[in-house]
């Protein structure tokens, strides 16, 4: 294929077979998913197919993977991507069985997130189950395989009656022909971390048995198979598994507030494998903390303090040889370094208190919808830039307002003609649209939609 030397194949899915490759140009492995050739000779998978590389480019998330390129041969279409190393949550069920509650809601919470900013640009998933979720062997966690997604602004691909995604994670309503929605994906979530947390789906059987009792919904509630699982976790899952969709949460955002992020480790990947290729990964350590005992004397321990590092990823490069669908950025959480206060002496009088945090917020996901066909990578990658540059002066207008706001979902257009509105209240935040209002924009008929997630 050109300048990617193609190598060991790392996975199969139903639209197409991932490889490992090599870009040749710039000296890096990327994954590359090669369609099907019977499916590259079909228009509308071919659509579909270009439609997922659309939906992965149109996010710029730390949880969904990386799109670089869109390669398009005669008779031949692929998409290339970030190579991953690590394994995915169905690799990891069927390995190590249940995670623990806090890992399963920490993977949990990472999902949300991820789906919080495809939601906010018009991106449904539809085929979230654990063989779509990657943990990396750094213990990042990644969405896969929009292969499926649909944008909810684009024209219907599918056939009437075709049934996408796998039957064990699709939502009642869709069984039932209804539209899929936001709601739809919030109950794969509900089952996947109903799986991590239980050992096994809420529901079993196979087959047309496996679409009614889906259908008929009535899981068992979760504290009842996993009592150790902390009250309020399995309420929100068993929320997020209502037959009536109208009845799970409003939001991805909705569901992350009512999923408590409980003390853990970070998530880890004991086999490290890139998109299914085995590979070792170092022992862990195990620590000892020793207990010192001295004639009875206790020793004081002394407080230490903490620094804050935040990294950026490097900006993605274009080359004349590879058309790149948007440049995206990997974004890091800006992250503040917190008032640590040490207790004065016993003898003192005065208690000094650690100063609040002030709202830390942070850009999730840019989307686009541009009829006039967009900016090209350079264009999108600056406009990006100096939209997530802005995440200082949005805290500080969150910090000012007197609502308690979890996320600002802000639109910008050419002309300053920009709107930011608050949840979970939806009011108007007009120092954000002020603030927003200042990046210039290249004229044309176009807007940007974005997310500023707040936390404290």
């Known amino acids: 294929m050109g300048r990617f030397r193609v190598s060991t194949p ?5 639209m197409g077979a991932v490889y490992l490759a090599v870009d040749e140009t710039l000296g890096r492995e990327v994954a590359i998913k090669v369609m099907h050739d019977d499916l590259a000779k079909d228009p509308a998978s071919v659509a579909r197919f270009r439609r997922e590389a659309l939906a992965v480019a149109r996010l710029s998330h730390p949880g969904v993977v990386v799109v670089y390129d869109l390669v398009e041969e005669p008779g031949r279409v692929a998409i290339v991507m970030e190579r991953l190393q690590g394994a995915s949550l169905r690799q990891r069920l069927a390995a190590e069985g249940a995670l623990s509650a806090p890992e399963a809601v920490a993977v949990t919470r990472s999902i949300l997130e991820a789906l919080a900013a495809a939601h906010a640009v018009g991106i449904l998933h539809r085929d979230l189950k654990p063989a779509n979720v990657f943990v990396t062997s750094q213990g990042a966690v990644k969405l896969l395989d929009f292969g499926v997604a649909r944008l909810v602004d684009a024209t219907r691909l599918t056939e009437t009656g075709e049934l996408l995604g796998t039957v064990r994670y699709m939502a009642p309503e869709l069984l039932r022909g209804e539209e899929p929605s936001p709601a739809s994906d919030l109950y794969a979530v509900g089952v996947m971390a109903y799986e991590l947390l239980a050992g096994a789906p809420p529901f079993a059987g196979a087959g047309v048995d496996l679409m009614i009792r889906v259908r008929e919904g009535g899981a068992k509630p979760l504290a009842e198979v996993a009592p150790h699982v902390p009250a309020e976790v399995a309420k929100a899952i068993d929320r997020a598994l209502a037959r009536d969709p109208t ?16 003390p853990r480790e970070r998530p880890a990947v004991r086999p490290a494998e890139a998109h299914g ?24 321990a002394l407080i230490g303090t903490a620094a804050a590092l935040t990294t950026t990823a490097p900006a993605r490069r274009r080359d004349g040889a590879m058309r790149v669908l948007v440049g995206p950025r990997e ?5 503040s370094t917190p008032t ?13 208190k650690a100063a609040p ?22 264009t999108y990658d600056g406009i990006h830039r100096a939209i997530a540059a802005a995440e200082g002066e949005i805290g500080g207008c969150v910090a000012a307002s007197p609502a308690s706001i979890q996320y600002v979902s802000a639109v910008l257009r050419p002309g300053g003609s920009t709107s930011c509105v608050a949840y979970p ?9 002020r603030a927003l209002a200042k990046i210039p924009l290249p004229p044309g008929d176009y807007e940007y939609t974005t997310v500023y997630m707040v936390s404290r």
């Open 247 to 262: 009845a799970r949460f409003a939001s991805a955002v909705d569901m992350l507030a009512a999923l408590p992020d409980l």
């Open 425 to 433: 209240d939806a009011v108007p935040l007009p120092c954000c649209a």
């Open 10 to 14: 790392l996975g199969e899915g139903g």
């Open 357 to 378: 945090k002030a709202p830390r917020v942070t850009m999730y996901g840019l989307g686009n919808n541009v009829p006039d066909k967009g900016h090209d990578g350079e």
């Open 331 to 335: 974004l890091a959480p800006s992250a």
């Open 277 to 300: 290729e085995s590979a070792r990964q170092p022992p862990r350590r195990r620590w000892r903390a020793p207990v010192l005992v001295a004639g009875g004397v206790l020793l004081s």
């Open 340 to 352: 640590i206060t040490a207790a004065p002496p016993a003898s003192s009088a005065r208690v000094v």
